[in-house]
T-cell receptor
């Protein structure tokens, strides 16, 4: 799996747009980019996934440049409840693992601790 | 959306005892489930891949005789921490993948709420 680099932490204020950038210089052709959110003492929650250009859903947008060596998670109008750790993962989500019947487990980097202030 | 549950959510045990943690996919079938461990202020670390009807695949450095995994059905995987010691105290999280794409996006992993294990 391609290694990812994210800022360790970020601060912002309620109502602002927050952009978290992830670097993945060694991304492979079959790799997708996926972002997860984790609150303290909870399991991660899927936010968004993309391959190229732009993907948008009801909670976030994901911008991926043409070279795919980085990606930016955009959270519009954040609130206090968006304070969490955000993980960027890159990998071939469709590759079969050693089990022969399923895909691989995920490799999490250190993530970005986003703190939203009033 | 797809739901993965874990039981118990929190457990405290004495050193030397064994603890079993259950992971269930509630509304979809999962031939493969994954077990992760997360220490305070650290990221999730994949421990093992649980395969329905076959042996689990362990990551390097994870003792298979200490962390017993049983994936008895398409909706249940269990992790047993045998002879637990204080250094095994951690947050254990399972995930399941809906390979048929019937729940959520294809190949999206759904995580359980985690189990906080404290070994005294």
């Amino acid at each position: 799996l391609a290694k990812t680099t994210q800022p360790i932490s970020m601060d912002s204020y309620e109502g602002q747009e927050v952009n978290i950038t992830c670097s993945h210089n060694n991304i492979a052709t079959n790799d997708y980019i996926t972002w997860y959110q984790q609150f303290p003492s909870q399991g991660p929650r899927f936010i968004i996934q993309g391959y190229k250009t732009k993907v948008t859903n009801e909670v976030a947008s994901l911008f991926i440049p043409a070279d795919r060596k980085s990606s930016t998670l955009s959270l519009p109008r954040v609130s206090l409840s968006d304070t969490a750790v955000y993980y960027c993962l890159v990998g071939d989500m469709y590759r079969s693992g050693d089990s022969g019947g399923g895909a691989d487990g995920l490799t999490f980097g250190k993530g970005t601790h986003l703190i939203i202030q009033p | 959306g797809a739901v993965v549950s874990q039981h118990p959510s929190r457990v405290i045990c004495k050193s030397g005892t064994s603890v079993k943690i259950e992971c269930r996919s509630l509304d979809f079938q999962a031939t493969t489930m994954f077990w992760y461990r997360q220490f305070p202020k650290q990221s999730l670390m994949l421990m093992a891949t649980s395969n329905e009807g076959s042996k689990a695949t362990y990551e390097q450095g994870v003792e298979k005789d200490k962390f017993l995994i049983n994936h008895a059905s398409l909706t249940l995987s269990t992790l047993t921490v045998t002879s637990a010691h204080p250094e095994d105290s951690s947050f254990y999280i399972c995930s399941a993948r809906d390979l048929q794409g019937l729940a959520g996006g294809l190949n999206e992993q759904f995580f359980g709420p985690g189990t906080r294990l404290t070994v005294l």
